[in-house]
């Protein structure tokens, strides 16, 4: 079943997939003019996948990913992904090669991380962490937290926005000034539920 909305400039085709219960929005701008037919001609200039409701439930776009391991950099003063490898849930955002979370529908997105750095050795060294699109490194997205000594853990956490086109991918990069600073991991005990290294989150606005 498609619907076709035309305003004075554009005109949108609504499409509804009753196999997975998408609506893809179809956004045709005008190109050229026809003559022969008196009127625009249209171009596709924009495609929108948005989740339907269904069976009276709400289907949120939203994943839910950790690490269970000790993380640590090959290399200081290197960029290296935070890693995921146990799946909480994911729906319309897939996690692939355990670092890159890709985005299945054009939209907004909210993206959170949680790390616990620690380092082995050392009296001091710093940790930054930033964000990355396809590959490219988001601009003035990166924030620096200082380690003081061992067994210090610290739990840097924030967020950030992302508009994304459906099969974009993000990162949570990292660089160290030594590679004794890591992402710690503590296995469960009969009174803690085990510590993640990384525990990322991500929803469509």
Not at 26 to 54: M, Q, R
Not at 124 to 141: L, M
Not at 162 to 183: I, P
């Amino acid at each position: 079943m498609s619907v076709l909305i035309r305003d004075l400039h554009n005109k949108y085709i609504i499409d509804f997939n009753t196999t997975n219960n998408d609506l893809v929005v179809y956004e045709y701008h005008p190109a050229t003019f026809s003559k022969a037919e008196g009127d625009l001609v249209y171009s596709i200039y924009a495609t929108h996948s948005y989740k339907a409701w269904n069976s009276g439930t709400a289907s949120v776009i939203s994943g839910s990913w950790y690490d269970t391991t000790t993380q640590t950099a090959p290399v200081s003063g290197t960029a290296t992904p935070m890693y995921c490898n146990s799946i909480d849930h994911q729906n319309g955002i897939i996690k692939k090669f355990d670092s890159n979370f890709e985005v299945q529908y054009t939209g907004r997105y909210n993206l959170q991380f949680s790390a616990q750095v620690d380092q082995s050795s050392g009296s001091g060294n710093h940790i930054y962490i930033w964000f990355r699109k396809n590959g490219v490194d988001i601009p003035y997205s990166a924030s620096e937290v200082a380690i003081q000594g061992t067994t210090a853990e610290n739990i840097p956490s924030w967020n950030y926005l992302f508009d994304l086109n459906a099969g974009d991918y993000v990162q949570v990069m990292y660089s160290v000034t030594d590679t004794g600073v890591n992402l710690k991991a503590v296995t469960p005990t009969s009174v803690v539920p085990g510590i993640p290294s990384v525990i990322i989150t991500m929803w469509k606005l």
